[in-house]
């Protein structure tokens, strides 16, 4: 039993050990840095829906002979729905390989001639439509170089046309005759329309040849605005 002589020192001792508790640091619990997050991904659009149009629907956006001027008759050969099967009846190997690698597409050509030594000319009316915008516009851009490389082209200055346009001429020789050979490519949402013109040198004019791709590009944005309710 303790004495009250000594509590006085036992409570001295108590508060000395009560105080080195008080004033001795409290380890802290370390903090934890917040986790990385991923940047969050860009949003990407969705790629426009193609335009269907049947073979059918085709033919009515290429040229008739009541667009051209006296003289003409149909290539009836050159003159239909272009299939691969087309491509391989021609031997046209150029066109397999790159339709062959375009996906889906649907296609209708218009073919004309006139054949007199004086005003010989030929006009080819050709259009496709493919099943996404890239595989057009891709088919347009490359245009002279896939399918008429053999022959020098060089670009002419011509009105704007659909969303993409390219519109090349060239001067050539074919037996005793000269030819002036206009080929024109433009495209309107996965739909491209070609024109080619060749007429005896000198004949046909650039504004001629403008009025006539005119028409076509007037003709694929009626059908279009139709087919997509527009």
């Given at each position: 039993m303790l004495t009250h002589k000594r509590l006085p020192f036992i409570l001295l001792i108590m508060l000395l050990l009560l105080a080195a508790c008080q004033g001795a640091p409290v380890a802290e619990t370390p903090t934890q840095p917040p986790a990385p997050t991923d940047p969050p991904e860009p949003?990407?659009?969705?790629?426009?829906?193609?335009?269907?149009?049947?073979?059918?629907?085709?033919?009515?956006?290429?040229l008739t002979l009541d667009d051209l001027p006296a003289g003409f008759t149909v290539n009836e050969f050159n003159t239909g729905p272009i299939t691969r099967e087309k491509f391989v009846e021609d031997q046209l190997d150029n066109y397999l390989e790159y339709f062959d690698q375009a996906g889906e597409w649907t296609s209708y050509q218009a073919s004309f001639e006139r054949s007199g030594e004086d005003d010989m000319a030929f006009v080819t009316s050709w259009v496709v439509a493919f099943d996404s915008e890239e595989q057009a516009a891709d088919f347009v851009e490359h245009y002279i170089d896939n399918f008429f490389s053999a022959i020098y082209y060089q670009p002419i200055s011509f009105p704007q046309l659909g969303d993409q346009l390219l519109a090349y001429k060239a001067t050539q020789d074919a037996d005793r005759f000269t030819f002036d050979i206009y080929h024109v490519a433009f495209r309107e949402k996965n739909v491209a329309s070609t024109l080619q013109y060749t007429e005896m040198a000198g004949v046909l004019t650039d504004e001629q040849v403008a009025d006539v791709a005119r028409l076509l590009a007037e003709r694929l944005h009626e059908a279009l605005s139709q087919a997509s309710g527009e």
């Open positions: 949003t990407v659009a969705p790629a426009p829906a193609p335009v269907v149009l049947s073979a059918e629907e085709l033919a009515g956006v290429t």
